[in-house]
């Protein structure tokens, strides 16, 4: 296990399209974040499962945003209908238990065009 | 509102100088404060966490709930410390939910 895996790491995407992004968390931890970081920003959050439950999700995640983990181990993040103000930087992170920190994965980082 | 400052988005020092990095932070209980870092080319990473009272890579940082900071010090920065420096603020709800500062960039010229 090399820790956090995203996929792909690079999106370049036109107006209007859809967009998925997968995330492969440490096999262990049960609980995966969505993270989106902006330039000059923090990462700000999105949604949290744990396990294939998803207990949380921000305001930032409109009803274009939709995010699955099935079976508990694997994520993936989808994006309908891109916009421009989609482009960012989106970040997977997974942990064991909520005080541990997290390990985050590379990003996908993707743009609007 | 749960909210984290870092007032500075550049700091530049001199190899061997004193560092700190200031939090400020918007809570009204108690928060489980930490500082992740992020190299050049690297992934974000954990530095430190407030629970576990540790030294990281010679960094330290104090809970201050009087004044809601948690700053991040090191006594004598080297070049490696050159990095982006995230404080995150975690509330003890039990989803782990982070809420980060802007970050701050830390310069050290040698």
């Known amino acids: 296990d090399t820790g956090v895996s995203q996929d792909p790491r690079h999106k370049i995407t036109k107006r209007g399209q859809n967009v998925t992004f997968r995330c492969d968390p440490i096999?262990?931890?049960?609980?995966l974040y969505w993270y989106r970081q902006t330039l000059g920003q923090g990462p700000e959050f999105l949604t949290y499962?744990?396990?294939?439950?998803?207990?949380?999700k921000s305001r930032l995640l409109s009803d274009r945003f939709s995010a699955e983990r099935p079976k508990g181990s694997f994520s993936t993040l989808e994006i309908q209908r891109t916009e421009q103000g989609d482009s960012a930087m989106y970040l997977c992170?997974?942990?064991?238990?909520?005080?541990?920190?997290?390990?985050f994965g590379s990003g996908t980082r993707l743009t609007v065009v | 509102a749960q909210r984290v400052t870092q007032p500075e988005k550049l700091l530049s020092v001199f190899k061997g100088a004193p560092v700190e990095l200031k939090c400020n932070y918007s809570?009204?209980?108690?928060?489980?404060l930490f500082w992740y870092v992020q190299y050049s080319r690297q992934r974000l990473q954990l530095l430190l966490r407030?629970?576990s009272r540790e030294s990281i890579k010679g960094f330290t940082a104090d809970l201050n709930k009087g004044e809601t900071s948690f700053h991040l010090k090191k006594p004598f920065a080297q070049e490696e410390d050159s990095a982006m420096y995230y404080c995150?603020?975690?509330?003890?709800?039990?989803?782990?939910?982070?809420?980060f500062g802007q970050g701050t960039t830390l310069q050290v010229k040698p």
């Open positions: 096999s262990e931890h049960n609980r």
């Open positions: 992170a997974s942990s064991l238990s909520g005080t541990d920190g997290y390990t």
């Open positions: 407030h629970i």
């Open positions: 809570y009204s209980g108690s928060p489980e």
């Open positions: 995150a603020l975690s509330a003890p709800s039990n989803t782990g939910k982070l809420i």
């Open positions: 499962f744990q396990n294939e439950a998803q207990l949380e």
